[in-house]
């Protein structure tokens, strides 16, 4: 297990909120760096079950060698599907981190960060055909536009789409420093780094389809729960804890769950001072009712 790959956030309060049965069967649905999977593995019997999901092959090297562990390449937006096909009647607890890996952010090749130059990808399953690339020289300005305006909240989004059509005009925009040449003038003299995170938020959130796969798998996996199994969510931005919420919210309406957390669960300041990423994390839990 690489424990540099990621470091899990929230993973003491995630973990205690799922309440453990040694013989229970669990869902790793963003397995990443495996630190919450193997915190889970420390609570399993030997007659537990534990299915870790990941749409990146390079997370899935890190699966241990674990005859209760079930390891699935796949978005976890099927998660149903999984749960069923290994012949569980359902899962006694999912858990899902919804933040980018720290391998993924670190890894000059996969293009997901403007702290190096290399070429615009941020695709989490390398074997799909559309990366940011593809994105910024081929989507119309409009489209452009609606992407930065919606996934990453930018203010002036139609002036970034304009200048990005008036830069790929001239020569494709296929790089990182592409790109940040191709929005130089719009990047405020401070807080450049946080004007190009929500760029580069948008983009990712666009190239991996995050809130349409979001929005169909929370049904699905409050359905892949048994009576009384508890789903926790980490979502890090406000689209998609809005989502998580809403997805709860209707459960409870619907008289299929109830929420453990009235409010979410927040890392304290330990945390976020040994791990910066931590500091926009939210933890929401909820229990399927019991028949």
Known sequence: MCSAYHIPVLLEQSISSLCIKPDGVY???TFGGGGHSRAILEKLGPKGRLIVMDQDEDALENVPQDKRVIAVHSNFRFIHNYVRYHGFDGADGIIADLGVSSHQFDTEERGFSFR???ELDMRMNQQAAKDA?????????DRLAEMFRVYGEVADAGKVADLIC???????????????R???SVLPKFGEHKYLAKIYQALRIEVNDEMVALEKFMPLA???????????????????????????RDGVDAGI??????KPILPDENEIAGNTRARSA???????KKN
């Open 257 to 262: 769950l109830e929420k453990v957390n009235k």
């Open 116 to 118: 190096f130059n290399s």
């Open 166 to 180: 008036k830069a790929r005009a001239t020569a494709p925009i296929d790089t990182t420093e592409d790109l940040g």
């Open 282 to 288: 939210k933890l929401r839990v909820a229990q399927k």
């Open 222 to 248: 409050i359905k892949s729960l048994k009576p009384g199994g508890i789903i926790a969510i980490i979502t890090y931005h406000s689209l998609e804890d809005r989502i998580v919420k809403n997805a709860v």
């Open 182 to 184: 191709a929005l130089s």
């Open 27 to 29: 869902v790793d649905a």
């Open 133 to 141: 690339k593809t994105i910024i020289n081929s989507y119309e300005r």
